[in-house]
């Protein structure tokens, strides 16, 4: 992106800053978007909160978010406060103001989860639900049940005070704001008890209801102390219909796990963490972010959190993935998979047979199991990937949030120069085997464009520089 005298300056003031991904988030969408703005950490000491934040404003800058441990005490130097950061008590948005000479104060985080879990489809209206922890992402989620309209919210700690605080300042919110519904009100007023229920996180096995909604805001089983969950009575997930663990690091925690293994559905929030930006950028910009440039940046963020270190080739038959990826696993000391022979080994037989037997939607949905198993178990690997696995939606994204991936291409001819005398590729045991690798390409190509990080052209044959292309984009 061009940085010129119309770029806008945006910020991010905390401390610490230093391992923030939001300049990832922000930037990325920026150069997508094709906006002329820059996203930058600032390191704020406490005692300069309100210097930096009146600076911010004279030097013309766009926007600001605000990390611990600077939430809260960030609201008294912003002139009006968005009625949901009020109530929460907390502050992550800084929009420019200029009619009012500063900025407003937005809680994009509440929103962020608000949007994940609608666009996970869990509905929270009259349901019973459980929230671990009451630090300051308890109390945002304790506010988004409320204007979900849930029927119940136990709120669990260890310092069971911190609860109460909590419970008390949600239940005057809910008492006084219409826009708490009728509906919950009604469920609350039949069995005569308040929204927010603070409970000793000790005492959870005394939560008789089943079919719960529970969130984990708590640190526990963040990684890298992945062991744990902040309740590991099986019991107690026996209960739960759907998890969402406000931990995204590791991609699957204990407490997910925990879920699963009983019968729930489990999530974590990264998507909160996404969307919390992404509402922040279109509130500071004034624009609403298109989808497919979401799912992109969503696909950056998974891959700069997760998988940095799987690569993952994909393209046709013949473009040489098998041979670039068991080189590039050698040159970089790295673990080699490929989907097709691992696939055929848990199978027990060959894909022809599969295809022939279960037909390609039963080997296709083998592929997702696998690439699901991978997600979350492998690292440091190379994966040569099947021809097709990238046609199925479901796949691509999967291979996304695996590792980075290289799109091997080389031209029609090549290819069929390559794999003509094959005859273990049951396409070519046909006529005109030349013509159908011509309509293959024509159909795949936009959907290997598409799960594509970085094209990488094979036509010259010489794979030992197409590792080294390789290698120069992953700057090794
Ligand atoms: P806080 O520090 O404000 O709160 C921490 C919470 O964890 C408290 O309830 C604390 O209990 C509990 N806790 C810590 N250690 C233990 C322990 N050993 N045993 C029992 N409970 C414990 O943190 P936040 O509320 O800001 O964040 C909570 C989690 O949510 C973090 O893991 C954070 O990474 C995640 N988060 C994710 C976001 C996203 O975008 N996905 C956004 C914001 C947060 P006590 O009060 O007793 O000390």
Known sequence: ?????????????????????????????????????????????????????????????????????????????LPVLDEAARQIGAVNTLVRMEELGGYKGYNTDMMGLRRQI??????????????????????????????????????LNRTITKAEQIAADMNRIAEQTISFTKNSKEDREQDGKQAVIPMALSDYSSILEENLIVFQATSIGLS????????????????????????????????????????????????????????????????????????????????????KDNIVLIGFMGSGK???????????????????????EQAGKKISEIFNEDGEDTFRNLETEVLMNFRNTVKNTVFSTGGGMPLKKENASLLKEIGTVFYLTASNQVIYDRVKNSVNRPLLQRENSYETICELMRERTPSYESVADIVVNTNSNHFKEVVEDIKKELKL
Not at 10 to 17: E, R
Not at 118 to 139: C, F, H, P, Y
Request: one cysteine or more; charged letters at 20%; glycine letters at 8%.
């Open 118 to 155: 609608q666009e996970d489809g869990i509905s929270l209206q009259g349901e019973t639900v459980v929230v671990l922890g009451a630090g300051g992402a308890a109390r945002a989620v304790v506010y988004m049940c409320l204007l979900e309209e849930t029927k119940k919210i136990y709120l």
């Open 322 to 344: 098998t041979t670039v990826g068991l080189r590039l696993a050698r040159e970089l000391d790295m673990d080699f998979i490929d989907t097709d022979a691992y696939i055929e």
């Open 1 to 77: 992106m061009e940085i010129n005298g119309k770029t806008r300056l945006i910020g991010l003031m905390g401390n610490p800053v230093e391992h923030t991904l939001s300049p990832m988030i922000h930037n990325e969408m920026s150069e997508r978007m094709g906006i002329s703005s820059v996203y930058v950490p600032f390191k704020v000491e406490e005692q300069g909160v309100t210097a930096a934040v009146r600076g911010a404003y004279e030097l013309n800058i766009l926007g600001m978010n605000v990390t611990v441990p600077y939430k809260n005490s960030v609201m008294g130097c």
């Open 224 to 307: 890298p102390n992945i062991d744990h969950a902040i309740l590991e009575d099986t019991k107690f997930y026996k209960k739960i219909r759907v998890g969402v663990d406000l931990i995204y690091n590791p991609a699957n925690t204990k407490f997910m796990q925990m879920i699963t293994a009983n019968g729930g559905q489990a999530y974590n929030a990264l998507k909160m963490l996404l969307y919390q930006g992404v509402i922040a950028y279109e509130l500071w910009h004034n624009k609403k972010i298109p989808q497919d440039i979401i799912q992109d940046v969503y696909a950056a963020l998974k891959r700069n959190v997760y998988s």
